[in-house]
């Protein structure tokens, strides 16, 4: 059964939750069919970790971005739908940005349509984020305290989610197809556009946090596929693009739930949600239609800043421990094991310059001192992960942490060939930089949009 | 009838909100079961502390969403995602000490 088609004074929004996780091609021509104003692409999150911000690299492989890039291209052509990525290359700084580009210039060059691009960088200098923190305009976010002037200066990249403001003055200010940003605020990829038409912030703000994720709002779960929104005056509809999937009034309302502390006032750049007087109804078996969200105006704009840094070079040693007298006495043999390490890298390399940390799988693995279960298992994954300053330091530790481990003696030690079983040769698996979130905070920011400006860049 | 909350949920889960915190959702089987639950008494800001070893103070915050029909509560990780020490970067795999909890 097609979607009915869009009606008078609907927005007609499709949303993809991540750049390069392979939405269905069926459920995005199902949308264009519809009749769309926009496409709307997340192409990043925080969520998995501090290294792509922190090295530069991008979260989604190039053949699945492309793949996707080229689905949604035609989808523009097709729909003459403004198309707005957010989040570029999954952490948004200027490389991912410039990497994204790149990707996309080729989709574009493939197909033989030129294409109007608008491109924001959302990257922060070190002088302005020095300047920032030195007049007060940097605060407190989810951690307590300030960024130091060193955390500035470590950084690697730093990034502010950029709000509604910067994506509206592109799409107001130039006539391009395409927008393509560093680190946005996902809601704001969505909501930018139907603002610009006199759409209500709050509903389009609202529309944009369920819709933002794909088809995670709909049953069943969709990580990898669309949403669809339908903006109106004084609500808005979200339905999912294939048959097999739903969207209820539950899971509208448990993906308002999803990732954040507070589900009922929502803050973001420019203002808050408000969603206390919110109404989920459903309008059939898989269209929900949501109203009452209103949006509180911050008098003070604030962007919230993400920055990482280098922490060190990884090391890994995997191995597995079969012998009750061994896993009985564990904690014990670690802090041996460790304070001996101490001892034999000294006085070449002192502590400070490497850690080490047991993931114990069986024991405590997944939830380290959170976990309440304390049994004695018939086996345990053990994981050695040695941080160092250097490659050859996370090296030598890892090394040291294999032989002690292996060969350690302990009262009641029958099995004196041996205490752990390691399944790889060489034992020692270096797993490349490690990165650390060192910048998590809000800056004041009067005029967002004079501070993340679009380029226009003719792609043929 | 007693009951645990994963006899009475559809969902319970753990996430990362942001790289700093975990929040957990507990979204009962319908509004009656959210009533009865909440009613019962047995699922507090205490308990779901003791669940984690932690104290009553180191629960960022524990509502009831009615809207949802669900109980939602964070709190802070001990090591930022993806952090040297780490365990758990999408903080997907913390909500099973919730499961046996008593709910009715």
């Given at each position: 059964?097609?979607?009915?088609?869009?009606?008078?004074?609907?927005f007609?929004?499709?949303?993809?939750?991540?750049?390069?996780?392979?939405?269905?091609?069926?459920?995005?021509?199902?949308?264009?069919?519809?009749g769309?104003?926009?496409?709307?692409?997340?192409?990043?999150?925080?969520?998995?970790?501090?290294?792509?911000?922190?090295?530069?690299?991008p979260?989604c492989?190039?053949?699945m971005?492309?793949?996707?890039?080229?689905?949604?291209?035609d989808?523009?052509?097709?729909?003459?739908?403004?198309?707005?990525?957010?989040?570029?290359?999954?952490?948004?700084?200027?490389?991912?940005?410039?990497?994204?580009?790149?990707?996309l210039?080729?989709?574009?060059?493939?197909?033989?349509?030129?294409?109007?691009?608008?491109v924001?960088?959302?990257?922060?200098?070190?002088?302005?984020?020095?300047?920032?923190?030195?007049?007060?305009?940097?605060?407190?976010?989810?951690?307590?305290?300030?960024?130091?002037?060193?955390?500035?200066?470590?950084?690697?990249?730093?990034?502010?989610?950029?709000?509604?403001?910067?994506?509206?003055?592109?799409?107001?200010?130039?006539?391009?197809?395409?927008?393509?940003?560093?680190?946005?605020?996902?809601?704001?990829n969505?909501?930018?556009?139907?603002?610009?038409?006199?759409?209500?912030?709050?509903?389009?703000?609202?529309?944009?946090?369920?819709?933002?994720?794909?088809?995670?709002?709909?049953?069943?779960?969709?990580?990898?596929?669309?949403?669809?929104?339908?903006?109106?005056?004084?609500?808005?509809?979200?339905?999912?693009?294939?048959?097999?999937?739903?969207?209820?009034?539950?899971?509208?309302?448990?993906?308002?739930?999803?990732?954040?502390?507070?589900?009922?006032?929502?803050?973001g750049?420019?203002?808050?949600?408000?969603?206390?007087?919110?109404?989920?109804?459903?309008?059939?078996?898989?269209?929900?239609?949501?109203?009452g969200?209103?949006?509180?105006?911050?008098?003070?704009y604030?962007?919230?800043?993400?920055?990482?840094?280098?922490?060190?070079?990884?090391?890994?040693?995997?191995?597995?421990?079969?012998?009750?007298?061994?896993?009985?006495?564990?904690?014990?043999?670690?802090?041996?094991?460790?304070?001996?390490?101490?001892?034999?890298?000294?006085p070449?390399?002192?502590?400070?310059?490497?850690?080490?940390?047991?993931?114990?799988?069986?024991?405590?693995?997944?939830?380290?001192?959170?976990?309440?279960?304390?049994?004695?298992?018939?086996?345990?994954?053990?994981?050695?992960?040695?941080?160092?300053?250097?490659?050859?330091?996370?090296?030598?530790?890892?090394?040291?942490?294999?032989?002690?481990?292996?060969?350690?003696?302990?009262?009641?030690?029958?099995?004196?060939?041996?205490n752990?079983?390691?399944?790889?040769?060489?034992?020692e698996?270096?797993?490349?930089?490690?990165?650390?979130?060192?910048?998590?905070?809000?800056?004041?920011?009067?005029?967002?949009?004079a501070?993340?400006?679009?380029?226009?860049?003719a792609?043929? | 009838?007693a009951?645990?909350?994963?006899?009475?949920?559809r969902?319970?889960?753990?996430?990362?909100?942001?790289?700093?915190?975990?929040?957990?959702?507990?979204?009962?089987?319908?509004?009656?079961?959210?009533?009865?639950?909440?009613?019962a008494?047995?699922?507090d800001?205490?308990?779901?502390?003791?669940?984690?070893?932690?104290?009553?103070?180191e629960?960022?915050?524990?509502?009831?969403?009615?809207f949802?029909?669900?109980?939602k509560?964070?709190?802070?990780r001990?090591?930022?995602?993806g952090?040297?020490?780490?365990?758990?970067?999408?903080?997907?795999?913390?909500?099973?000490?919730?499961?046996?909890?008593q709910?009715?």
């Amino acid at each position: 059964m097609p979607m009915l088609p869009r009606q008078d004074g609907e927005f007609v929004v499709v949303s993809c939750g991540m750049l390069g996780y392979g939405f269905l091609e069926t459920s995005l021509e199902r949308a264009v069919a519809v009749g769309l104003d926009l496409i709307a692409v997340d192409a990043g999150s925080t969520d998995p970790g501090p290294y792509y911000l922190g090295s530069g690299k991008p979260f989604c492989s190039d053949a699945m971005v492309r793949r996707d890039l080229e689905l949604l291209l035609d989808a523009q052509i097709e729909s003459g739908a403004k198309l707005v990525i957010g989040s570029a290359g999954g952490a948004g700084s200027d490389v991912h940005l410039e990497h994204t580009l790149g990707l996309l210039r080729d989709c574009i060059a493939r197909r033989g349509r030129p294409r109007t691009l608008a491109v924001i960088s959302s990257e922060m200098r070190k002088d302005e984020l020095r300047a920032a923190l030195r007049d007060g305009r940097i605060t407190a976010f989810e951690t307590p305290g300030l960024p130091s002037e060193d955390d500035i200066e470590q950084a690697s990249h730093v990034v502010a989610q950029i709000g509604v403001e910067p994506i509206a003055a592109a799409l107001t200010g130039t006539d391009a197809d395409i927008v393509v940003s560093g680190r946005a605020w996902d809601p704001a990829n969505i909501a930018a556009l139907p603002v610009t038409r006199g759409y209500d912030r709050g509903l389009s703000v609202h529309a944009g946090k369920i819709l933002e994720c794909g088809a995670l709002a709909a049953e069943p779960v969709g990580g990898a596929d669309l949403l669809l929104g339908r903006i109106r005056a004084g609500d808005f509809i979200v339905e999912p693009c294939t048959e097999d999937r739903a969207c209820t009034v539950e899971s509208v309302a448990a993906h308002t739930m999803y990732e954040k502390t507070d589900p009922v006032l929502l803050p973001g750049p420019g203002g808050t949600s408000d969603l206390r007087g919110t109404r989920f109804e459903a309008l059939d078996g898989r269209r929900v239609r949501v109203s009452g969200t209103r949006h509180i105006h911050d008098p003070v704009y604030r962007v919230k800043l993400e920055g990482a840094r280098l922490a060190g070079y990884r090391n890994l040693v995997i191995g597995g421990i079969r012998d009750p007298a061994m896993i009985a006495r564990i904690d014990s043999i670690q802090a041996g094991v460790v304070e001996r390490i101490g001892r034999v890298l000294a006085p070449r390399i002192r502590p400070g310059q490497y850690s080490i940390k047991f993931h114990r799988y069986g024991i405590d693995g997944v939830m380290g001192r959170l976990e309440p279960v304390k049994a004695t298992p018939h086996e345990v994954g053990l994981l050695v992960d040695v941080v160092g300053e250097t490659e050859a330091i996370a090296a030598a530790a890892a090394g040291a942490a294999r032989s002690l481990l292996l060969h350690w003696s302990f009262p009641g030690r029958v099995a004196t060939a041996g205490n752990i079983a390691l399944p790889f040769s060489p034992a020692e698996i270096p797993a490349g930089a490690v990165y650390e979130f060192n910048i998590y905070h809000l800056m004041e920011l009067p005029d967002p949009a004079a501070r993340f400006t679009w380029r226009l860049e003719a792609a043929a | 009838m007693a009951a645990t909350l994963r006899e009475v949920s559809r969902v319970i889960r753990s996430k990362n909100a942001g790289p700093f915190i975990f929040t957990f959702d507990i979204m009962f089987r319908d509004a009656a079961t959210f009533a009865a639950v909440r009613e019962a008494g047995h699922l507090d800001r205490a308990t779901v502390a003791r669940a984690y070893g932690l104290s009553p103070n180191e629960v960022l915050s524990f509502e009831w969403h009615g809207f949802a029909n669900a109980v939602k509560f964070s709190i802070r990780r001990e090591v930022a995602s993806g952090g040297v020490g780490d365990s758990d970067v999408y903080g997907a795999q913390q909500h099973a000490p919730l499961l046996e909890l008593q709910a009715l």
